[in-house]
């Protein structure tokens, strides 16, 4: 009996495929018997970090999901379609549609949206296995899946619905498949926190709303808030997540902003299931602030802005608290028309003069503006303050779970009193605590201020902790949502160190970035191979040694490499060292400049192959670049060092003198040929140098730029 072995806790996308196809083999042929067995695991450890793995009758081992279905392909004849050619490249493009990000997956979806039209089937008139692997790498695909399931792309949806509603064995597949992956659940990982938290009704359903203003772009903080809003929607409880932009002041806010911030969540893998605006509701919020006054529950206030801050501090009550309806309602409406009467004039609510929680002391909750609004116009010349818009709103858009940060727990007794007052539906508060790390600044303001002054060169400078910022340095989708839930409903405010959020991300880059060679052109070292063949050639090496899916890179061999002069000067003659990916070699001769005061540096060497050394043996293993048969390609290797030099900035230090004078240093180097087929946000490992992103790719001869991934070792 076949046995089909799957990593559960692997890349969905990339397991669901093999999982349907051998599905589909017992389906067709029930005396195949294709066993399929669950590993509560990332990956399969002797499949080479492989997700899935078939063991054979014969005993022989096949792993990877497309090796695995192009196997099952060749022995199963009830698989196979007179369309075979078309049937292998949709397996092929299969692995577009692997990655947990919009940026790379938008393209084949539209790719494949447009091949749908007026198709049934990806191939031909009847089911194929191309159907099955698309479909299943769609389904394990968060980001694509959320596409499918709103409808963006209406073709798509459509042949989804069709395989899926006339394949029923395909649902029975993916429930049984959640259930043994249920049921051979451990206790959660002891590093980090919980993120399992109790909310209270979560029968009657739940609805979660993430209320961004557009003045900015999220950062590392604001991720925290929204993944956790999605988790509690889509995960834990299968609800409703709000996207609501708190548009309630047109002084700071752009659409630039806007457009920014749904851009960057799906890039999260956070895709609303209703996306609505504070806007939407300013009649309404208007009819609640003139039923408040009529009420006696709310007052216009002319007193300015010092004296009030004053009086508010010390439990004196405003000159207008006593002021009629009418007053109060006739100085609204100066407000609502922008006069230059109705500009010193507020709207309050009458709560409290003295109450001891100060929030409470009769905040503001309207204010004049005439700036045109960015999705209003001039039609409203007066808008609600934060306080004031959120409980009401909430409540009208049906949120049952309000998750915010401990900054407004001495607010909540005021949101749950606007609520109250205004006789509406009561929403459930849940508070926690928000994200803060060393070096680091999260004040929209002051990010600003380095983005106007050029401290950086924007918003998604690999510097700042925007998460553009931090996607463009390298950190992944999945490390980014992994380091965040796991700080889970802890209450207490802690600086983090990114350190353990770099060490996060090497978990998940490690396994799939192909491992390729840069040599530092600075005083780079030719040598001279001795026992080499007379002429270069070339080996197909794995691009990485434990995961054969991501395939092979050309190796070449001659008698004339480079070497780094650091490694160089740590040779000693007759020392037997290692070339990687080659075999051991004998220096036999190093070259130094007659000058005295250049006597360290290596001008070139001498080495004698020993393929029959053990690498075990020599202490010193060095990566090198043949400099024949193939051209080398130029690359500009780029780190950065944090902007700030003090852990925490205190709320009365001058920012600017604790600015990092040095935060980014770049090294020219060539990279082996294979560098030239690398695009920009693939992410790799320099053998020896570390984990790097691509910035800009290598085109007409301009060198490529890299970006250095921290993992965790470093304090950058």
Not at 165 to 177: C, G, K, L, V, Y
Request: glycine residues 6%; neutral net charge.
């Amino acid at each position: 009996m076949a046995v089909l072995t799957i990593a559960s806790k692997a890349n969905q996308a990339i397991l669901l495929p093999a999982l349907l196809v051998a599905a589909r083999v017992n389906e067709l042929d029930p005396n195949a018997a294709i066993k399929i067995s669950f590993e509560d695991v990332g990956s399969l450890k002797a499949a080479g970090e492989a997700a899935v793995k078939l063991m054979l009758d014969s005993g022989d081992p096949t792993y990877g999901a497309n090796k695995l279905i192009f196997e099952l392909l060749k022995i199963h004849r009830s698989l196979q379609s007179k369309h075979e050619d078309l049937v292998k490249e949709w397996l092929e493009r299969t692995k577009a549609f692997y990655p947990g990000d919009l940026k790379s997956i938008e393209g084949p979806l539209l790719e494949l949206d447009a091949h749908l039209t007026l198709r049934s089937f990806i191939v031909g008139y009847d089911l194929t296995i191309a159907d099955l692997s698309v479909w299943g790498a769609i389904r394990g695909n968060k980001i694509a899946w959320s596409n499918v399931k709103k409808g963006n792309m209406l073709n798509i949806s459509r042949w989804f619905r069709f395989i899926e509603e006339s394949n029923p064995w395909i649902a029975t597949s993916i429930q049984s498949m959640n259930a043994q992956a249920q049921e051979k659940k451990i206790a959660k990982s002891k590093e980090g926190g919980s993120f399992e938290i109790s909310l209270p009704n979560t029968e009657e359903g739940v609805v979660t709303r993430f209320p961004p203003e557009p003045s900015g772009y999220l950062h590392i903080g604001h991720a925290k808030a929204a993944l956790l809003n999605d988790y509690f929607a889509h995960e834990k409880y299968k609800g409703t997540l709000i996207l609501r932009f708190d548009d309630t002041n047109p002084s700071k806010e752009k659409e630039e902003f806007q457009d920014a911030i749904v851009e960057d969540l799906a890039l999260m893998g956070i895709i609303p299931d209703k996306t609505s605006y504070s806007s939407d509701y300013f009649q309404e919020m208007y009819d609640y602030c003139v039923k408040m006054m009529k009420d006696g529950k709310a007052y216009a206030d002319d007193t300015d802005q010092t004296t009030m801050r004053g009086e508010r501090m010390n439990g004196v009550a405003s000159k207008c608290r006593t002021a009629s309806v009418k007053d109060n309602l006739a100085h609204f409406e100066e407000m609502m028309h922008g006069t230059k009467e109705g500009l010193s004039w507020c709207i309050r609510a009458k709560i409290s003069v003295d109450d001891p929680n100060k929030a409470m002391r009769d905040p503001v909750i309207y204010r004049c503006n005439p700036t045109p609004h960015h999705r209003t116009g001039d039609t409203w010349k007066i808008y609600p303050t934060y306080d004031f818009c959120v409980p009401i709103v909430d409540s009208l858009e049906g949120v049952t779970h309000a998750l915010r940060t401990i900054e407004y727990r001495d607010r909540d007794p005021q949101y749950a009193w606007m609520q109250n007052a205004l006789r509406i539906r009561r929403v459930y508060i849940w508070d926690f605590a928000r994200m803060a790390f060393i070096r680091t600044l999260l004040s929209k303001r002051k990010l600003t201020k380095f983005v106007d002054q050029g401290v950086v060169w924007g918003w998604d400078d690999p510097r700042m902790p925007t998460i553009r910022g931090i996607r463009r340095r390298g950190m992944t989708i999945g490390a980014l949502r992994e380091f965040i839930l796991k700080q889970g409903p802890s209450r207490n405010i802690v600086n983090l160190d990114w350190t353990l959020f770099w060490s996060t991300n090497k978990k998940y880059i490690d396994p799939v970035a192909p491992r390729h060679t840069a040599i530092a052109d600075n005083d780079c070292v030719t040598a001279t191979i001795k026992g080499a063949r007379a002429a270069p050639y070339s080996e197909e090496k794995p691009k990485h040694g434990k995961n054969p899916e991501l395939g092979m890179k050309k190796v070449v061999f001659s008698q004339t490499i480079l070497i780094e002069q650091e490694d160089a000067q740590g040779f000693a003659e007759d020392e037997e060292i290692t070339l990687m990916n080659w075999g051991n070699a004998i220096v036999k001769k190093i070259s130094r400049p007659l000058n005295p005061l250049n006597r360290n540096v290596v001008t070139s060497l001498e080495l004698d192959l020993n393929l029959q050394g053990d690498v075990k043996t020599t202490s010193k293993k060095v990566t090198w670049l043949s400099t024949e048969g193939q051209k080398l390609v130029p690359v500009v290797l780029v780190d950065f060092d944090y902007l700030i030099t003090k852990d925490k900035i205190e709320e009365d230090d001058n920012v600017e003198d604790f600015l990092n004078p040095h935060t980014e240093s770049r090294v020219s180097a060539v990279a082996d040929e294979n560098v030239a087929e690398l695009k920009v946000d693939d992410i790799i490992q320099f053998e020896r140098k570390g984990y790097f992103r691509v910035d800009k790719a290598f085109l007409h001869g301009q060198p490529a730029i890299l970006f250095n991934i921290p993992t965790g070792k470093t304090i950058k």
